[in-house]
């Protein structure tokens, strides 16, 4: 991350360009990658359906992210519920200012699939 803005845009438009090349229909994944970069172009969040799991929740369903974990909320209606604090740490997909250092020192690194929740 620390390096996108020297490299970063050339990457993203090379990405960009090889997902719009596919035929139809593209993947849920890729389909989430063009509806970023057609919002936020040439930002480093466009990469993070490559990464970060991508869960599509249904009415009723709900998921519990640990802190320290980036995420989301791409359409729909939810509530979120957290600890009080104002402790936000931007990291892509917005005009604000995006700190990095800070990001990648708190981040959690655990890996898997969040445990989707029923009712």
Do not use: W
């Not at 063009?34 to 009415?59: A, M, R, T």
Request: charged letters at 15%.
């Amino acid at each position: 991350m620390s390096s996108y803005p020297a490299s970063g845009p050339s990457a993203c438009e090379e990405m960009v360009a090889r997902i719009s090349s596919k035929p139809s229909p593209l993947s849920p994944t890729d389909s989430l990658i063009l509806d970023f970069n057609s919002q936020y172009p040439n930002d480093c969040g466009v990469f993070s359906p490559l990464f970060l799991n991508v869960v599509d929740l249904k009415p009723g369903q709900s998921i519990f992210v640990p802190s320290n974990t980036p995420h989301a909320y791409v359409s729909g209606q939810i509530v979120e519920c957290m600890a009080r604090s104002d402790n936000v740490i931007r990291c892509g997909l917005t005009p604000k200012f995006k700190d990095v250092e800070v990001l990648c020192s708190s981040l959690g690194y655990a890996a898997g699939p969040p445990q989707v929740r029923e009712g």
